[in-house]
């Protein structure tokens, strides 16, 4: 299996993409497989996280440039590129609403799709092998891959601007000082440490975690005074959960909140 999951407990699982789907991620081979790993961990009501890496040098290096050439050669360039992004465009939806926490391990290099990949993520924890790079101006290409749209709210418009024009590749270092990568760690403990970010970031309520994911997305499309509405209603939603009855009480009764049954 060149993309495969398994479980680390309390509710975390572990999507690795291997061999090929690490080095060809965004080809009509590998795209498919990867999609269907991660979309059966956000459909999956017992996973309430999931921590991302790849093998090797790489994490997700993009698409299969050898797949282009034979498109270009037959003349379905365009066909090639919309069935990939008919598929990796709704994947990146669901992970940036999803109430699932995902974590990106990045072992290696992440580059167009696979950049976008890990920028959807909602951290992203680095070894010092881990590396950024847009690599679409190379080959001709306009960015794809939601990565003109989340790179610039992590590190700022013009700093993305440069990145993109100037097809820059960031070390782990270099990307987490702009904030494109949380934090970097040794590669030893590269997994245990998107893990423990997993475990903490979703011992939440369900409702909270949604919720929380949804007006962080939201929040620069709306004027303030939408946005305060918006948060009234998710506010007076979650008032209504088994989640605030149990936080109000270990609360008053100066316990540790258990919402381990709300995932």
Not at 49 to 60: D, H, I, N
Request: net charge negative; charged share 20%.
């Amino acid at each position: 299996m060149s993309v495969s999951f398994s479980d680390m407990g309390h509710g975390v699982r572990l999507v690795r993409f291997s061999g090929q789907s690490a080095t060809q991620s965004f080809s009509r081979a590998f795209l498919p497989e990867i999609a269907k790993a991660i979309n059966s961990g956000l459909s999956d009501s017992e996973v309430k996280a999931m921590v991302l890496t790849g093998e090797g040098k790489f994490f997700s290096a993009g698409a299969d440039i050898s797949a282009f050439q034979k498109s270009i050669d037959d003349g379905d360039s365009v066909e090639l590129i919309r069935e990939l992004t008919d598929i990796l465009h709704p994947l990146l939806i669901k992970m940036r609403t999803s109430k699932t926490i995902i974590v990106a391990a990045l072992n290696g290099a992440s580059a167009g799709g696979g950049l976008g990949l890990a920028l959807a993520c909602d951290a992203r924890v680095a070894s010092s092998q881990g590396r950024m790079a847009a690599s679409y101006s190379g080959i001709g290409l306009s960015p794809d891959g939601g990565t003109t749209w989340l790179l610039p709210r992590l590190v700022g418009e013009q700093v993305a601007r440069k990145f993109f024009f100037e097809n820059q590749i960031w070390s782990a270092d270099e990307a987490c000082k702009l904030g494109a990568i949380d934090e970097v760690v040794s590669e030893e403990s590269l997994i245990d440490r998107a893990i423990e970010i997993a475990n903490n970031w979703s011992q939440w309520g369900s409702h909270t975690k949604e919720a929380t994911k949804h007006l962080l997305l939201t929040q620069n499309v709306n004027d303030f005074e939408t946005h305060l509405k918006h948060e009234q209603t998710l506010i007076e939603a979650a008032g209504t959960t088994a989640a605030f009855a149990e936080g109000v009480d270990a609360f008053l009764n100066k316990r540790k909140p258990d919402f381990s049954n709300d995932r």
